[in-house]
């Protein structure tokens, strides 16, 4: 079936760890984005990706890195420099840049 | 940048009623899209809709494109359309609203 699988859907690290999420989709599209989520809030964009190897800063990219090396693969890393990493992480792709939007399952990270 | 704003904040509804959620957004936009946040954190798509009318059993939506709003209908609700309904945006980027938090209550 074709969709967006992100792993693991749950994570615990401890302070001062980098972590990695990952995101693939089989869905053949070309952008790929990365959102998190705090309790009772909405989303905020972290980063994006038009193309394999070009991506875009979003509202909240201080303390994450990303790569696009294949078109399918977008993974996050949240390093140590990110002040409050224990958030909701969601991944999501669309065809271009005003396609339909479609997400992953999420992946929780708490930070002990 | 363009803003979206969501009405009502929060909606408490008992199931069988029907309820109509909206959308404002301060520029013209190249789509938009209304998605359900499920208690699990899973957001699914239920309509990509940058104009005009489309309808999914239950659910439906309206996009007034020229005047800048969207309406989201549900129809004779269900426990399960609990969670929180955001609508998102493109003009240069996809910007979403701040969510609809219904709880349908048996």
């Known amino acids: 079936d074709g969709g967006i699988t992100q792993s693991p859907k749950y994570l615990f690290r401890k302070e001062g760890q980098n972590v990695t999420l990952s995101c693939e989709q089989n869905?053949?599209?070309?952008?790929m984005y990365w959102y998190r989520q705090d309790p009772g809030q909405g989303l905020r964009l972290i980063y994006y990706?038009?193309?394999?190897?070009?991506?875009q800063k979003g509202d909240i990219a201080e303390g994450y890195s990303v790569s696009r090396e294949k078109k399918e693969s977008f993974p996050l890393t949240v390093t140590s420099a990110q002040k409050n990493p224990t958030a909701f992480y969601l991944c999501?792709?669309?065809?271009?840049?005003?396609?339909?939007?479609?997400f992953g399952e999420g992946s929780r990270l708490t930070v002990l | 940048g363009i803003q979206v704003e969501q009405s009502p904040p929060d909606l408490i509804l008992q199931e069988g009623a029907n309820s109509t959620l909206r959308c404002n957004f301060s520029?013209?936009?190249?789509?938009l899209q209304w998605f359900h946040q499920n208690p699990w954190g899973q957001l699914i798509n239920l309509f990509y809709?940058?104009?005009g009318t489309k309808q999914n059993g239950r659910l439906s939506a309206t996009t007034v494109a020229t005047e800048r709003y969207s309406l989201l209908y549900i129809s004779s609700s269900q426990t399960t359309d609990s969670g929180v309904y955001f609508c998102?945006?493109?003009?240069?980027?996809?910007?979403f609203g701040k969510g609809t938090k219904l709880t349908v209550n048996p």
């Open positions: 520029d013209s936009v190249n789509n």
């Open positions: 990706s038009q193309i394999v190897n070009d991506f």
């Open positions: 998102a945006v493109t003009r240069e980027k996809l910007v």
């Open positions: 809709i940058p104009s």
């Open positions: 869905l053949n599209h070309d952008a």
């Open positions: 999501a792709s669309s065809s271009g840049r005003a396609g339909e939007l479609f």
